[in-house]
């Protein structure tokens, strides 16, 4: 069940574009999460992940259910922070506040990923009748605590029209290339799709659809897709008939096999254009 939900999370986090935040308990459940992380990492997905953890003091001293959860998920997070023990002050709440609204930042650009924060308790957990708590409580205003806030933005910088006329008037100039889409979920699909069946129109290449690319949904809109291109390059002919002297890739490049062997062996120009939606 607990694998399910991971995945619910990765497809709610791809489908709304947008972090999806993943909390679990210390030691071993935090270990749960790392096919999730490692997917969500690979594939650019926004994830915030909170892991419970016993408070520095605990550690390293043969305490019970502790386990090492520092980078617990190694290279496989775009960020990794400790948040500081929970105290019952209103600057805490500040320190909070500015904590999560940089993670969320980093969980979305310049392109999205999992985001780690290891969370200490003390116990007793429950809030200590002391006055304090009560008065923060008290003082806390949930629709207030993010107003100040200012959105992130993706921090991408677009290309200039000059760069992109000087790219399509190279394009223009090959007799013999080829559009390569990856797996990507932009905002969009259908004016994605058609901007790529445009371009693949006008330059007269043809389009190689990775399965988890959205163009195999709107086939309609592209003449020109191939969906199962591995089936094609297997065949010395027809794999050498396809040889492109230019490649556009959109995206991160597809999985198979066979397509990374064969631009190797073609070795297209490196005057291609990468783009990976955010």
Known sequence: MSVLLLFLAL?????????????????????????????????????????ADRPPEMRDCASGQTIDQQKLYGSFTKYYSELAVPVAQ???LAYLRQ????????????????????????????????GKTEALAAAFDGNLFFQAVTPPSPGLVKPSR????????QWQQCPKGII???????????????????????LGWPVLAEGLSPLRNYAALNGSMISTYDIILRDASRSQALMAQQVIQL?????????????????????SLAHRET
């Not at 000059?162 to 008037?169: K, P, Q």
């Not at 390569?180 to 006008?202: M, N």
């Not at 991160?252 to 297209?268: A, D, H």
């Open 11 to 51: 497809g709610c986090a791809k489908r709304q574009h947008r972090p999806v935040a993943l909390v679990c308990t210390s030691g071993t459940a935090a270990a749960n999460f790392y096919p999730a992380v490692i997917e969500a990492y690979e594939s650019g997905i926004p994830l915030l992940i909170f892991t």
């Open 90 to 92: 209103p600057q805490m």
């Open 99 to 130: 904590t999560l609204v940089s993670a969320w930042g980093q969980a979305i650009a310049p392109f999205p990923g999992p985001i780690h924060f290891n969370c200490p308790f003390r116990d007793p957990l429950p809030p200590i009748s002391d």
């Open 162 to 169: 000059d760069s992109l006329l000087s790219c399509y008037s």
């Open 180 to 202: 390569i889409a990856g797996a990507q979920t932009p905002a969009d699909p259908d004016a994605y799709c058609r901007a790529v069946g445009t371009l693949s129109q006008v």
């Open 251 to 271: 995206g991160p490049l597809p999985i198979s096999k066979v397509l990374r062997q064969w631009l190797q062996q073609t070795e297209p120009s490196a005057g």
